[in-house]
């Protein structure tokens, strides 16, 4: 029996958020908080338990905005840097919880935190900067907490990126294919989250029809898109498009699943 899971979207759009910087465009300046759109990232939480996948250039506004209080742990989806460059502040977290926080990574993104953060695993280290923990993952399924967790490799053009089943709950962040044996492990999730920049092809982001077709498929009954770009268009607008059952996600929006 899975844990009953409390989804929070902490941002929910591409790598350049929206409003996208210097943009005038009708999405950038809506007023309309719902095209308002952190950095790609969720809270996966249990009544014990709190995971948060991905560190987001907007992290602290995140966990600030959130109230969130304590994590149990980081899981990483792949290193590039709209996914990784808030790590430095969980800082907070250790000196509250006086302890490392637990990272879940594969190993590109081990490398890619190793280099871009190179001061906390020196080995002599400035007091004061992050402690963490790192545990390698792969495609096996793994726990923490009372939150079981399988890992779905799914492909960011040539990169190999992680998506994860928490029970009943999928989220995938930029894929732009997933393979058959992967796509059974989504199979019978109540809920998936799935990433869908904008209308037009893109070279390695789904775009919406792509996303609309594979939630199709695996036969889903519930959907919410993430990693939205300012060229999707308004939140309004485009979710009068879309099919039952699917929808544009916005930051702030909880689940239960
Ligand atoms: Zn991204
Ligand atoms: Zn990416």
């Known amino acids: ?43 996966v939480q249990s009544s014990n338990t709190t995971i948060v996948v991905d560190t987001t250039p907007d992290f602290r506004y995140q966990m600030l905005r959130e109230k969130v209080k304590k994590i149990n742990a980081v899981l990483f989806t792949h290193p590039h840097k709209d996914h990784i460059a808030g790590l430095d502040d969980i800082r907070a977290f250790n000196y509250f919880q006086q302890s490392s ?30 402690e963490v923990d790192l545990r390698i993952i792969d495609k096996q399924p793994f726990v923490i907490g009372d939150i ?24 995938i ?31 390695s982001h789904f775009n919406l029809a792509e996303a609309i077709e594979i939630v199709h498929q695996l036969n889903v009954p519930e959907a919410y898109f993430i990693h939205l770009s300012h060229q999707i268009g308004k939140h309004q607008d485009v979710e009068k498009t879309l099919p039952a059952g699917i929808h544009l996600a916005y930051d702030g929006l909880r689940l239960m699943c």
């Open 1 to 43: 029996m899975n844990a009953k899971l409390k989804i929070t979207f902490l941002g929910t759009g591409t790598s350049s958020g929206i409003p996208m910087i210097a943009c005038n465009c009708e999405v950038c300046t809506s007023t309309d908080k719902k095209d308002n759109r952190l950095r790609a990232s969720i809270l």
């Open 101 to 130: 926080i637990d990272i879940y990574a594969n190993t590109l993104t081990q490398e890619a935190l190793k280099k871009e953060f190179s001061y906390i695993f020196a080995e002599k280290k400035y007091p004061g900067i992050p």
């Open 173 to 203: 962040t930029d894929a732009n294919k997933i393979e058959e044996q992967e796509r059974k492990k989504i199979t019978g999730s109540k809920i998936m989250v799935l990433n869908a920049l904008r209308e037009k092809k893109h070279i």
């Open 148 to 171: 079981s967790i399988i890992p779905i490799l799914v492909w960011h053009l040539h990169m190999p990126v992680l998506g994860f089943r928490f029970g009943d709950f999928t989220y």
